[in-house]
């Protein structure tokens, strides 16, 4: 994690500065060195070309972003159009691995300490807070506490219990940022952190942070007592003499549930304007989990086990990505960290029956069923859903497409899926909600997924139809190659690879371009692309 971000001098950087060249439409971009020093050059029909000297790498581990300045003038650090993905070698436009939808043309976008310095790096714990303080009165903030985004019951509940002491270490945290404007007296919590949060926007820059990059400090805090005493560890939680946070439950409770938030600082995403979550929620209100990668911790936190059981259960912080680890996890000898706790279910006899799968094969895993890989990864694979539930919770059942069991069983009619759900474990789901979101219960639940689904319940659809190579699947695959969203068209390009064996096709090329090569792909004429624009949020 302390490679999130790194300053270019000295950086071990494998995209390829040495006149690449990325296409986009009718524009395009060069990587290029000059001495010592990286530049990106960005070429958009119709106005001057612009030059930026790249000044930080932004991840590395799945791609390489970039920040950089422009060579014509102009102090601000901006983010680069431009990624370089690791697992395939290539470069792609810049946001692309979330939902945004198409573009038109490659620019450059925002300035980068005031929208990716505090995800990305150490940042002192009170400005991460200041949001929660201010309220939303303040507007959105890039230091979002992971509080707003859950319900009461599951909120840290941090709160400032002596506001003249939390008035004091805010100046002082705030004198570095430079010259405020004189303002009256502010006598309350909200007054005083909503002025901080206006400072923390105007000055936070890279000579702010704790470190650079995810330190120490980004989970432990300053831990001044565990450095003098390994022995005593690190609480995780903030800690100030004007600051009290909820801490109830045993000791073990605790523990977890301050591991799990500390994760959730950056491990939380919910700040794209793209309006769907899971569990037929919708970001802002009432939203369930993410559909994409990086907000796994917030996902825990929603579900069943994140009182008692922490992060550190499966993935080591410290270790880096350990995939032989992860993948142990997956099979049924992985069921130790559940059965911790579920100690009955250590029985193959009870395992079996409460399945209703072999407690040796794939289905006798506990996270097979209670976290389905259903979430958009970075390297282009479905990853695994943490918010930890039951594939007949009726909120994933008629909240959400596909129903669960189908991301193995792709060949089953939603009507074959849920009458032996309910034959198994004793529920029932109304067959109007049912046929509203499948249009029929004798639908493939798949194919009506990617026919009838919201964007990021398409993307599922079309990497479980690659998995399963079904080629009669493939024109309403190719057809996703025509998608609102850039990102969904990858996933089909994706499955049509895994069906087909090849699919030339150009993302990066006009629409009309990608229409007809999808037809040439799919060997068939293709119909209108299939769209949702009706149901998206109308500010997105």
Not at 11 to 16: E, L
Not at 173 to 199: F, I, K, Q
Not at 234 to 244: E, I, Q
Request: glycine share 10%.
């Amino acid at each position: 994690m302390h490679r999130m971000t790194r300053d270019v001098h000295g950086a071990d950087v494998r995209a390829p500065f040495n006149g690449t060249r990325m296409r986009f439409k009718s524009d395009s971009l060069v990587l290029e060195m000059r001495g010592t020093e990286r530049f990106v050059r960005v070429e958009s029909a119709g106005i001057a070309a612009k030059t930026y000297r790249v000044t930080r790498i932004i991840g590395g581990r799945t791609r390489e972003d970039f920040a950089g300045v422009d060579v014509d003038g102009g102090a601000d650090e901006i983010v680069l159009p431009v990624s370089y993905v690791l697992a395939t070698r290539k470069l792609r436009y810049k946001g692309y691995s979330v939902m945004v939808h198409e573009r038109a043309t490659l620019r450059a976008g925002p300035v980068w300490n005031r929208s990716c310095i505090f995800c990305h790096n150490t940042v002192p714990e009170i400005d991460r807070l200041l949001g929660v303080f201010a309220g939303p009165a303040a507007g959105p903030y890039q230091g979002e506490h992971v509080d707003r985004w859950l319900p009461a019951e599951r909120r840290l509940g941090a709160k400032v219990v002596d506001v003249s002491s939390f008035s004091r270490d805010v100046a002082s945290e705030l004198e570095p940022l430079g010259p405020r404007p004189a303002r009256t007296r502010l006598s309350s919590t909200p007054e005083v952190a909503a002025a901080a949060v206006s400072a923390v926007r105007a000055g936070f820059g890279g000579d702010s942070l704790v470190e650079l990059g995810i330190g120490c400090e980004a989970c432990h805090g300053g831990s001044r007592q565990h450095a003098a005493d390994p022995r005593i560890l690190p609480s995780l939680l903030p800690v100030a003499p004007w600051l009290s946070t909820a801490d109830a439950g045993t000791a073990r409770e605790s523990r977890a549930r301050a591991e799990n938030h500390a994760c959730a600082r950056c491990h939380q995403v919910l700040f794209s304007r793209y309006p769907y979550t899971w569990e037929g929620g919708r970001r802002g209100a009432n939203a369930g989990g993410s559909y994409i990668n990086s907000g796994e911790a917030r996902d825990f936190l929603l579900g069943a086990c994140a009182s008692q059981l922490s992060c550190s259960a499966c993935h080591d912080p410290h270790a880096g990505s350990d995939r032989s680890t992860l993948d142990a996890l997956s099979m049924p000898s992985g069921n130790a960290v559940c059965t911790k706790c579920h100690a009955d279910l250590a029985d193959p006899s009870r395992l079996r029956a409460h399945a209703h799968h072999d407690p040796d094969g794939a289905g006798g895993s506990c996270v097979a069923c209670h976290m389905p890989r259903k979430n958009m990864g970075l390297t282009g694979t479905l990853t695994r859903y943490h918010r930890i539930g039951s594939p007949t919770d009726p909120a994933r059942v008629l909240g959400d497409r596909p129903i669960e069991c189908a991301l193995c069983h792709a060949d089953r009619s939603v009507r074959s899926l849920v009458d032996t759900i309910e034959a198994w474990w004793s529920v029932r789901y109304p067959r109007q909600r049912l046929e509203e979101l499948y249009g029929s219960l004798d639908a493939n639940a798949i194919r009506a997924t990617l026919e009838r689904g919201k964007p990021h319940e398409q993307a599922v659809a079309l990497a479980t139809l690659g998995g399963a190579r079904m080629r009669d699947s493939v024109p309403l695959v190719a057809a996703q190659l025509e998608n609102d969203y850039p990102l969904v068209r990858q996933w089909a390009k994706s499955a049509l690879v895994a069906i087909l064996g090849a699919c030339e096709v150009d993302l990066a090329g006009d629409d009309s371009a990608i229409a007809d090569q999808a037809s040439s792909c799919a060997g068939v004429h293709m119909a209108a692309p299939l769209g949702h624009a009706a149901d998206e949020d109308p500010e997105d």
